[in-house]
């Protein structure tokens, strides 16, 4: 491999990408709504962001972009007055996207609509309910039994009305169209690691490389995870084959070594140029095949978009303790791994900027094929939305891989099915591939196939 020319990261860098996320830090974000707007126009100041708005209702492949929710407070008051839970205290203890609520409920139906972590009883879990219509509240597990008087007061100022989903992008124009894509999500409230890191170090990626010349042209996306993403390549499915391979950026504040999670394939140019990046950098590092769950990786990588986009981590989403608790905060990230990371992303960039010809498009592996049990995705762009075909939970909160229910396997052994159900791959293969039981998969493709997602081929 040639040498790549280095590209330096200024030492007021380090102090520019946390000061950014501290004032990102208080913003109550969504999927929707004020939170990713004021977000958005934060790093406005950092790069010249073209903002979208994409109204209520407006179709985007299987999906439809929800009703817009803003919050303005939250609390329950026990029979002194005193607020006991406290949205302005933490955001994370509001259910995100609840409904508005405001009056007076025994201390049994307050216990329904109050989420914990029982094997995490001192952290307060972040928990949405996008799709569904709920409210609730997070509280840490050992605060529950505080919970004894008889009735309290609840009160949610949010509102769900028809407004859009907001979205940012920035395209670095190089001396070629073709284009690689830097993907990171919005959506989600103060949390640090999970992922304002990711935000705050693509927009200073953005605003470096938009002082230089380079070969390829750098598309950046600042989207909410999921519906965003969905909603930015179906009105981008034009332009989608100017895309020569990309990264999503996430979890890249915390001091863990650096995890690369490989393109759907696990042989594209993309992959081989972090790879290489990793070995020569001589330290510890962590390459995981692809799954399809995780970040949007599984929207870039589903059988009908198929780009080659791996995933750019310090520790894995799901693996570090604090993940989607109240413990993600300024305090678990540090201002040296922040810079490291972009230390290491302008490596891997240098080096793409060196190998020109990343559009070798990624070959499916070979593998002993039973020619039997084939299905076909018929929603192949994007995951098709599960949650209303009552496929997929609707209160989502952290999802602990390898300690998942018989729910969860379901829902990953869908999410495995849709995603290697190309013609390709029988059920057998992708139990290879997967490790998942042949049975559980066959149980979860009768669910795909009476819910008409699925055909049968073979
Ligand atoms: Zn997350």
Known sequence: MKKSPKIL??????????????????????????????????????IPLKITEVTTGTKVFDWKIPLEWNIKDAYVKNLQGKRIIDF??????LLNYSVPINKKITQKELKLHLHTLPDKPNSIPYVTSYYKKNWGFSVAHNQLESFNDDYYDVKIDSSLKPGSLTYGEFLKKGKISDEILISTYVCHPSLCNDNLSGVVVSTMLANILSKIDTYFSYRFI?????????????KNQKNLSKIEGGLVITCVGDNGNFTYKKTKYGNSTIDKIVNDIFKQSKRKTKTKDFFPYGSDERQFCSPGINLDVGVFMRTPYYEFKEYHT???????????????????LLKIISAIEITKDIKQHSKIKKINRKKSDIYLNLKPKCEPQLGKRNLYRNISKSRLVGKGNSQDLIEISILWILNYSDGNYSLNDISKISGLPIKLLKHSSQLLLKKSLLKKLN
């Not at 302005?88 to 203890?93: A, L, P, R, T």
């Not at 600042?222 to 179906?234: A, D, H, N, Q, Y």
């Open 88 to 93: 302005k205290k933490s955001n994370i203890h």
């Open 326 to 344: 109240a413990d993600d905060n300024l305090k678990f990230v540090s201002k040296t791994a922040l810079k490291d990371s972009l230390s290491m």
């Open 9 to 46: 990261v200024e030492s007021k860098t380090k102090n520019e990408l946390y000061e950014l996320m501290e004032e990102l830090y208080p913003i109550c974000r969504s999927i929707t709504g004020n939170g990713v707007r004021k977000t958005l126009n934060i790093l406005k100041k950092k």
């Open 222 to 234: 600042f989207v909410p995870e999921t519906i965003g993403t969905i909603t930015w390549l179906s």
